[in-house]
C-alpha cells in the first residue's frame, strides 16, 4: 500500500487530471447499468414481508411475542423487489381475527390471496413460511384467594402465631389473559416484608405483581390489610424426682439418677398454671426396650401446654441379678 503514493506523486498534473475523468466514466457507466437493470421486470427474489395482527385489544392480549413477518417469493420489476428487500416504506400486511384464542397457528394458504393483492405491484410466487404460530388469550377477571407468604424465619425464635390469620380483603380481583392468570393457581401470595416477628403484627401492604406477570395482569385492589398477633413459648427447666412403676425385684437401673433435669418451652399465657401441677420423672418397666434392656424418660403429668419436652437423661439402662 506505500508504493501507491509514490506512484501517484511521480504523476505529473495532466494524467492525474486523465485519471479522475476516467474514474468518473466508470462510475457513471456503473450507475446507469444499474439504474437500467432496476428498470427491468422479471426479477425474482426472497424478502421478509411485514406482518400485524388484527384484533380486539380490550378482549385479548398476546402473551408470547407475535411474529413480525414472514418469508415470501415475490417477482417484479428490480426497484420495487430492491425497496421490499430493504424493507423501505412498507405497510405492513394485516391479518383481522375475530377469535384469535381459539387457535395458535395460522396456515398460510389461508391468507394467500389477500396477501398476494398486498403485495402488488410485485406478484407472489409462493409463501415459504408454512404456518404462523402466535399465542392470544381471552382476557378475564378472576377473584383470587390472598395468603401469606410465610417460612421457618418469619417469626422469631420460639415465637407462635396466637389464632389466624386477618386478610382484608380475603380475596382480589386480578384482570389478564386466562393462561397467566391460571400460572397463579388461585393463590396470590404476599410477602410481609420483614422476618423473625415477635409483636403483634397490623399492617397495610401494597399489592405489587412479579415481575414476570407486570406486562400481562393488573390488580384492581391497591392494597391489603394484614392483622395478626404473636406468643412466646418460654424455655424452662425442673428437676424431678424419679418414679419407678412395674419393677420386678431382680430388675434396677444402672448408675439410678437421684434426679432427671426436664426442659420444656411453655406458651407464656399458661406460665402461672405450672404451680398447679406437681411434676414427676417416670420409667415404667413394662415399656422397656427388650433388645438393649434400656427404658426412655416420661414425665407425669403431661399438660398439653408443655412442648418440646425433653430428660436429662433420656435414656436409662436395665440391669438384672441373679436369683
Request: charged share 30%; net charge negative; glycine share 2%.
Amino acid at each position: 500500500m506505500a508504493k501507491f503514493p509514490k506512484i501517484f506523486g511521480n504523476l505529473n498534473p495532466q494524467k492525474i487530471a486523465n485519471l479522475k475523468v476516467a474514474l468518473l466514466c466508470f462510475l457513471a457507466a456503473a450507475t446507469f447499468w444499474v439504474l437500467n437493470a432496476l428498470n427491468k421486470d422479471n426479477y425474482t427474489t426472497v424478502v421478509d414481508f411485514p406482518i400485524e395482527f388484527s384484533y380486539d385489544e380490550e378482549e385479548f392480549m398476546p402473551v408470547t411475542t407475535l411474529p413480525e413477518r414472514i418469508k415470501v417469493e415475490i417477482n417484479g420489476n428490480g426497484w420495487d423487489l430492491l425497496r421490499k428487500y430493504f424493507k423501505i416504506n412498507e405497510t405492513p400486511f394485516r391479518i383481522e381475527m375475530e377469535n384469535p384464542s381459539s387457535r395458535q397457528f395460522l396456515l398460510t394458504s389461508e391468507i394467500r390471496r389477500a396477501l398476494a393483492e398486498s403485495i402488488t405491484p410485485s406478484n407472489l410466487v409462493s409463501i415459504v413460511t408454512d404456518t404462523v404460530k402466535f399465542d392470544i388469550d381471552r382476557i378475564v377477571a378472576r377473584k383470587i384467594k390472598v395468603e401469606i407468604d410465610t417460612n421457618a424465619q418469619t417469626l422469631a425464635k420460639n415465637y407462635r402465631l396466637a389464632g389466624n390469620i386477618t386478610v382484608e380483603p380475603a380475596s382480589i380481583t386480578i384482570k389478564g389473559p386466562t393462561s397467566k392468570l391460571e400460572q397463579l393457581e388461585g393463590v396470590y401470595k404476599i410477602d410481609l416484608g420483614e422476618n423473625k416477628i415477635n409483636k403483634s403484627f397490623n399492617k397495610i401492604l401494597p399489592l405489587e405483581l412479579p415481575k414476570e406477570f407486570e406486562d400481562f395482569l393488573s390488580i384492581e385492589e391497591e392494597s391489603v390489610h394484614i392483622r395478626f398477633d404473636v406468643y412466646q413459648m418460654l424455655e424452662g427447666n425442673k428437676r424431678l424426682k424419679l418414679t419407678k412403676l412395674n419393677f420386678p425385684r431382680n430388675a434396677s437401673i444402672v448408675d439410678e439418677p437421684s434426679t432427671i433435669i426436664m426442659t420444656y418451652l411453655i406458651d407464656e399465657r399458661k406460665a402461672d398454671e405450672l404451680k398447679n401441677y406437681e411434676f414427676e420423672a417416670v420409667v415404667n418397666y413394662n415399656r422397656r426396650d427388650r433388645e438393649d434392656s434400656t427404658l426412655m424418660v416420661d414425665v407425669n403429668p403431661k399438660p398439653g401446654f408443655l412442648e418440646n419436652i425433653q430428660f436429662n437423661p433420656q435414656i436409662l439402662k436395665l440391669r438384672y441379678e441373679n436369683k
